[in-house]
C-alpha cells in the first residue's frame, strides 16, 4: 500500500444545513477511501465550526472544493462524482487551471484579515445567542450592548490613533513661525528697499542738519554783538579823551 503525499490534497468546504453539501457527502466519502491509492490526502471542513480558515479561502459558495500542491491553490469547478474526482487526480486536469494569485493566497497577509474578520463575525454570533438565549436578554437589548460596545471601542481606537498621529508627526503650532521677510528677497524688492534706506538716511540728515541751524543763530549773535563792541570801543575812548 502506498503512503500518501501531503502535498497533493483535496478540500472540500461545506456546512451542514446545506443541501448541496448532503448529497456530495456520499460521493465524496467514497472518494475519501480512495486516497492512499491516489497518493491524495483528502479532507473536509465544517465552515460553522472553522470560521477563519473558511474566511482565508474565502468561501461564498458550498460546497467549494480546492486542490493544493506545493502551495498553489487551484478551485475545482466540475461535476462532483466520485469518477470525476478521480480522473481530475489521474489525468492531472488541474494542471488546466490557473492557481491563485499570492496576493489572495490563505497564507497572504490579506487573507489572514479576512480570517480574523471572520472568526470575530462568529464570536459576535456566538455572543448574541448566549445574550438572548441563556441571559434571556431581549434582541433589542443585545443589540444596544454591540452598539454601545461598538461606540466605545471606536474611541479608544481613535485616541489611540490621534496619540499615535501626534507623536509621528507633531503639531505645526509648536514649531517656530516663520516670518515673510525671512523669505529670499527678490532683486527689485533689494533695490526698493535700498533706496528707502537712503532717503530714511539724508531725511535724518536733513533734521541734523536744521537742528544745528537752530543753534548757530544764538552764537552768531553773539558774535555779532561782540563785534560791535569792539567797533564802538575805540570811539568811546575818542569821546572820554
Known sequence: MKTPHLVVMLQSFYAPWCPACQNLQPEWEDFAELGEDLEVNIAKVDVTEQPG????????????????KDGEFRRYQGPRTKEDFINFINDK???TIEPISSWFG???????????????????RTCHNYFIEDLKIPVWGSYTIFALATLFSGL??????????????????????????????LPE?????????????ADEEDVSDDELENENPSKKDFSQTAMRQRVFSPLSIVDKS
Open 156 to 185: 479608544i481606537l481613535g485616541l489611540v490613533m490621534v496619540f499615535v498621529a501626534d507623536c509621528l508627526c507633531p503639531s505645526k503650532r509648536n514649531k517656530p513661525q516663520q516670518y515673510p521677510y525671512s523669505k529670499k528677497i
Open 189 to 201: 524688492s533689494a533695490l526698493l528697499l535700498k533706496k528707502l534706506e537712503q532717503e530714511q538716511e
Open 106 to 124: 490563505p497564507g497572504s497577509f490579506l487573507m489572514s484579515s479576512m480570517s480574523a474578520l471572520f472568526q470575530l463575525s462568529m464570536w459576535i
Open 53 to 68: 480558515l473558511s474566511g482565508r479561502f474565502i468561501i461564498t459558495a458550498l460546497p467549494t472544493i480546492y486542490h493544493c
Open 93 to 95: 486536469q488541474w494542471k
